[in-house]
């Protein structure tokens, strides 16, 4: 059964996801590192990523349905923010538990995600 946990304005998710999209490479040898963990909780939504030099984080405002950590790949949300019009609102919900489905209006995306026990932290 499908849980949404956000709902985020997507020009300013697409602020956060450039930013850390500079840290993260996309042709990397250990893949968690094309990863950032996106972590959903009062009112707002922390984008970490990181390439085990350096670390970004930021918060962004957010709808948060439910409290949620995971890591997402960072170009494939950098995309879709990308590809929404800059008015949208992207909502995230948990359809099981390797993925991830992003809707905009009518257009869908999934995505896979990562436990956030996996992610690196400094």
């Given at each position: 059964m499908s849980k949404p946990f956000m709902?985020?304005?997507?020009?300013?998710?697409?602020?956060?996801?450039?930013?850390?999209?500079?840290?993260?490479?996309?042709?990397n040898t250990v893949p968690i590192l094309?990863?950032?963990?996106?972590?959903?909780?009062?009112?707002a939504v922390r984008v970490t990523a990181?390439?085990?030099?350096?670390?970004?984080?930021?918060?962004?405002?957010?709808e948060v349905d439910a409290p949620?950590?995971?890591?997402?790949?960072?170009?494939?949300?950098?995309?879709?923010?990308?590809?929404?019009?800059?008015?949208a609102f992207l909502r995230f919900t948990l359809p099981d538990n390797d993925r991830v489905s992003v809707t905009s209006g009518r257009t869908r995306f999934v995505v896979p995600s990562i436990s956030a026990g996996e992610f690196p932290r400094f």
């Open positions: 709902q985020v304005a997507a020009s300013r998710l697409l602020r956060a996801l450039r930013l850390a999209g500079q840290v993260t490479e996309r042709k094309d990863y950032l963990l996106i972590d959903a909780r009062d009112g990181t390439d085990w030099d350096c670390e970004f984080s930021q918060s962004v405002e957010a949620t950590t995971l890591a997402l790949p960072t170009h494939k949300l950098l995309q879709i923010a990308s590809a929404v019009p800059k008015d």
